[in-house]
């Protein structure tokens, strides 16, 4: 098999490798780049050995991509798409809130926040209704009640009879006495 054309990094962490598929550490010598240092048997060791690291590297990548075609394949016979997927989480993501200890002294907090507004409100609603039965049972509110009452009798009675030409003698042009003097001033 050809090694792949594909960078490699050394210095990777190995996690969850097995044993013999550890990068090979090479030591090279203080100040220098590591080219001829080595013998020819250890060059060839390196060589053969970065071969089938590489070897190995590509199995691994072929094996990982047909793992996740056969998922995806599975996944479509199942019907799960990735908007079900994204909507099955948030839906456990918001039970799982709910559950929380946090949401639930939130919810009871905003609850009886909740009721005492209202209670509140309820109480500001019947002071203000008996304050305003209060106040039109008040003598001078029914005194003002009774003088809007006239005046619009007055309106209402002046525009029929001008409507029909005659004019009430209650509802004659104001005398000379009645009329407001008028400002001679310039300004």
Not at 4 to 12: A, E, G, H
Not at 39 to 53: A, D, Y
């Amino acid at each position: 098999m050809d090694a792949p054309s594909q960078d490699i990094n050394l210095n990777s962490p190995n996690k969850g490798l097995p044993e013999h598929m550890i990068d090979v550490p090479v030591d090279t010598p203080a100040g220098g780049d590591g080219v001829g240092v080595l013998s020819e048997v250890e060059t060839e060791e390196l060589k053969s050995e970065l071969i089938k690291v590489e070897d190995e590297i590509a199995t691994l990548r072929q094996v990982l991509a047909a793992k996740e075609k056969h998922a995806a394949e599975i996944k479509r016979k199942l019907g799960l798409t990735t908007f079900n997927e994204l909507k099955q989480n948030l839906s456990k993501g918001w039970q799982d809130v709910q559950a929380s200890n946090a949401y639930k002294k939130t919810q009871a907090t905003l609850s009886t926040a909740g009721s005492k507004t209202s209670s509140a409100i309820s109480s500001v609603g019947s002071v203000l209704s008996r304050t305003l039965g209060e106040i039109k049972e008040s003598p001078t509110f029914k005194s003002f009640e009774e003088s809007v009452g006239n005046l619009k009798a007055k309106v209402v009675g002046n525009e029929n009879n001008a409507k029909d030409g005659y004019q009430s003698p209650t509802a004659t042009s104001p005398t000379a006495e009645e009329k407001l003097p008028q400002d001679s001033a310039p300004f």
